[in-house]
C-alpha cells in the first residue's frame, strides 16, 4: 500500500477555497440563464424556427452541461474531503475509496431532457 504524507491543514484550505469559487459561479449560471430569457423574449413570435434554435441550445446543450460542470465540482469536493477526513482519521482503505469516488458522476443524473418545447414547434 503507498504511503501518504498529506498536510491536512493545506489540503483543507485548498478545498474551502475551491468550493467558495464553485460558489461563485452560480450567480453567473443564473444570469446566463436570464440572459437567454431576456433574448427570447426579443425574438419576434413569427420566428418559430430561432425560437426552436435557441431553446435547442439552452436546453440540450447549456443546461445540462452546466449542471454535469457543477456536479462533477460537488462531487470531487466532497469525496476529496470525506478521503481526507478518512486519511486524518488513518483509514487509508476508505480514504483510496473516497479518493476514487471524486472522479464519479451519475451522468443519468445530468442527463439532457429528450424533445424540449424546441422540438415542439418543429414539430
Not at 469536493?77 to 488513518?90: K, N
Amino acid at each position: 500500500m503507498a504511503v501518504w504524507d498529506i498536510d491536512v491543514a493545506g489540503a483543507t484550505s485548498t478545498l474551502t477555497g475551491t468550493a467558495a469559487q464553485v460558489e461563485a459561479t452560480r450567480p453567473s449560471v443564473a444570469g446566463m440563464g436570464t440572459a437567454f430569457e431576456e433574448a427570447e423574449a426579443a425574438i419576434p413570435r413569427d420566428a418559430p424556427v430561432v425560437l426552436a434554435a435557441l431553446d435547442d441550445v439552452v436546453t440540450l446543450r447549456l443546461a445540462p452541461a452546466a449542471t454535469e460542470v457543477a456536479s462533477r465540482a460537488e462531487n470531487v469536493i466532497t469525496a476529496t474531503a470525506q478521503a481526507l477526513a478518512f486519511y486524518q482519521q488513518g483509514d487509508l482503505v476508505m480514504a483510496t475509496a473516497a479518493q476514487r469516488a471524486a472522479g464519479l458522476v451519475d451522468h443519468a443524473a445530468v442527463a439532457a431532457p429528450v424533445g424540449g418545447s424546441a422540438r415542439r414547434a418543429r414539430d
